[in-house]
């Protein structure tokens, strides 16, 4: 089984907010690969790994960095595969250098951006990429979409037994 998502970290220490993406495609079955490459410390790597990737057989790129977020710009400017920015929160600016790094990409170098540490947002943006041209993953994906409804109607129930002196419902 090859993969066809690839999850890109800046460095290791992204992997406790990378993890939710990973699980994401683990449960809708999209075979994936994790990975940590540098902008900064590995640029030939970095290269060598976008130029390469649509040959590779990936379809959809998540890259994930913290600070000047280099990354996700950088393997967009060597794929034409989507790439998808995660801008991670740990730095004394809390993320936001990260997300307006991400954001900011020239005309014709797009990366599609989720919220800061947001990597399951990013997951469910490469499902949905995917879904284009993948029926049962569109399916699967429907049932997952129909699982947050129910989960939020359930939600509904319970806070109806929830008590207090001036609650009217």
Aim: proline share 7%.
């Amino acid at each position: 089984m090859k993969p066809i998502v690839s999850i890109i970290m800046g460095s290791t220490s992204d992997l406790p907010v990378m993890e939710k993406a990973a699980k994401l495609l683990d449960e809708m079955q999209v075979p994936f690969e994790i990975n940590a490459l540098s902008a900064h410390r590995t640029p030939a790597e970095v290269e060598s790994f976008a130029k390469g990737a649509a040959e590779r057989g990936l379809k959809v790129i998540i890259a994930a960095a913290g600070m000047a977020a280099a990354l996700p710009g950088v393997i967009a400017a060597n794929t034409t595969l989507p790439v998808i920015g995660v801008p991670v929160k740990g730095s004394v600016l809390d993320g936001v250098d990260a997300l307006y790094s991400i954001i900011q990409m020239p005309p014709g170098i797009p990366v599609a951006t989720v919220a800061i540490n947001g990597a399951m947002n990013a997951a469910i943006l490469a499902v949905q990429i995917l879904s284009l041209s993948d029926p049962e993953l569109a399916a699967k994906f429907a049932n997952y979409k129909e699982g947050l409804k129910n989960k939020i109607v359930k939600a509904n129930e319970e806070l109806k037994n929830v008590k207090f002196a001036y609650k009217t419902n």
